[in-house]
């Protein structure tokens, strides 16, 4: 993509913090993070001429994991995706680039995902334009993340019903935690985890 872009780079691809560290012999002027769960440590994060940058599929409103679901269950009406300068915190670096979206009526989580996905791409082939162009990445101004970084932890209390829930807020639940190809939602009883399969 960069290429087709104008930008000349030679891009090379690590998923693991192994693989990144060798690739840091090469004294590289760019890191571009982008659906990985890797964590970058510092010592390379802090290489001198660097720009580090990772691309979260979600808007600023919506750090840490599985946003997609929490956003879903909070009925927002924007999403997109968030370009931002990689620190040692996930998503909490400096945002350069946004890409939003109006949420279609009824969106489900894998929607969602989907079209921030696209919206990631389109933050990645705007920086490469910008690059190519010698232009400096810089934070926006008035753009800052949300208050509540999600985890995997609060993605599993929100997965969890019980027989004193409400039904609507079981439904809210049940839509907001759905996934092909995942059982999510699940109740606990006498110490054991029953997931609930949807036959629809």
Not at 12 to 28: C, D, L, S, V
Not at 183 to 194: K, P
Request: glycine share 8%.
């Amino acid at each position: 993509m960069a290429n087709g872009l104008g930008l000349a780079l030679e891009a090379r691809i690590g998923n693991n913090i192994a693989t990144i560290q060798e690739e840091f012999k090469r004294q590289p002027e760019l890191l571009l993070s982008f659906g990985t769960s890797a964590i970058v440590p510092d010592s390379l994060l802090e290489s001198p001429g660097l720009l580090a940058i990772n691309v979260h599929p979600a808007s600023p409103a919506y750090p840490g994991r599985d946003p997609h679901h929490f956003a879903v269950y909070d009925g927002a009406t924007q999403y997109g995706a968030t370009m931002h300068m990689m620190t040692r915190r996930v998503d909490d670096g400096a945002i350069v680039d946004l890409e939003l979206f109006a949420v279609p009526a009824g969106a489900t989580p894998a929607l969602l995902l989907g079209m921030a996905d696209d919206a990631a791409w389109k933050l990645i082939a705007r920086l490469f334009m910008r690059l190519a162009a010698c232009e400096k990445i810089l934070p926006l101004s008035n753009v800052s993340w949300g208050m509540r970084k999600t985890t995997r932890k609060m993605f599993l209390e929100l997965c969890t019903v019980d027989s004193q829930m409400g039904e609507s807020e079981f439904i809210r639940r049940d839509k907001a935690t759905k996934m092909p190809g995942y059982n999510n939602l699940r109740i606990e009883l006498y110490g054991r985890i029953f997931r609930l399969q949807d036959d629809a």
